[in-house]
């Protein structure tokens, strides 16, 4: 009994499949690896108002998962088990209402 596909498996020269697998790892070089916070710098970051009794197991648990710490201000992170849906009132483009600039510098808009 043939499968359907079958029909489009084409057999492959040891030349082609090294191709692919080079461009494969080519690709993977190219992915950012994750960077994540050491130890000592959470320890710097956060503010522990807490006994010094549990400040240790405090840190462990930060460092633990130290995956969810984000690394600076720009550092949104990326939800990869789930898709957002942000729900607008209507199709229309999406833009902020340009601000009155002052008279003041009304002047040096029209000189630049």
């Given at each position: 009994m043939e499968h359907e596909w079958e029909d489009q498996v084409q057999e492959f020269e040891g030349k082609q499949i090294d191709n692919f697998i080079s461009k494969i790892c080519e690709t993977a070089s190219l992915?950012?690896?994750?960077?994540?916070?050491?130890?000592?710098?959470?320890e710097?970051?956060?503010k522990m108002n807490i006994p010094?009794?549990?400040?240790?197991q405090y840190l462990?648990?930060?460092?633990?998962?130290?995956?969810?710490?984000s690394k600076d201000k720009s550092d949104l992170g990326m939800a990869k088990n789930f898709f957002h849906r942000i729900v607008l009132k209507?199709?229309?483009p999406v833009y902020p209402k340009?601000?009155?600039?002052?008279e003041a510098h009304n002047q040096f808009m029209e000189e630049t």
């Open positions: 992915i950012q690896k994750p960077v994540y916070l050491t130890r000592d710098k959470i710097k970051r956060v010094d009794t549990h400040k240790d462990d648990l930060l460092y633990k998962y130290c995956s969810v710490i209507d199709d229309g340009q601000y009155q600039i002052p």
